[in-house]
Nanobody, 127 residues
């Protein structure tokens, strides 16, 4: 059974950090384009950071560039999103996604594409 399970969300003060994790089962993430997306109340889902298996660098939305880092843990079949210098506008439900298609990270994020999706984890940035 193909499954993605996110964890690591929570409440954090502005300027703080969180590390989100997305554990995959039923398939190997190594060969997939993977990404993190978020959806705030009343807003459309947006791609935050995405990267394909063949890319050296990842795509980041302008709003998170320099603050967020996506990474793969091959041994644990897991994807992480390290979020630093968090701002109230980062508050959203964060989802991870994976696609076996030969998408670039930029295409996945901008097209909001994903064949498999996790259930989401809430991130709230507030004092």
């Amino acid at each position: 059974q193909v499954q993605l399970v996110e964890s690591g969300g929570g409440l954090v003060q502005p300027g703080g950090s969180l590390r989100l994790s997305c554990a995959a089962s039923g398939f190997t993430l190594d060969y997939y384009t993977i990404g993190w997306f978020r959806q705030a109340p009343g807003k459309e889902r947006e791609g935050v950071s995405c990267t394909s298996s063949s890319e050296y660098s990842a795509y980041y939305a302008d709003s998170v560039k320099g603050r967020f880092t996506i990474s793969r843990d091959h041994a644990k079949n897991t994807v992480h999103l390290q979020m630093n210098s968090l701002k109230p506008e980062d508050t959203a439900v964060y989802y991870c996604a994976a696609s076996p298609s030969p998408l670039t990270g930029q295409a996945m994020c901008l097209l909001n594409r994903g064949d498999y999706w996790g259930q989401g984890t809430q991130v709230t940035v507030s004092s």
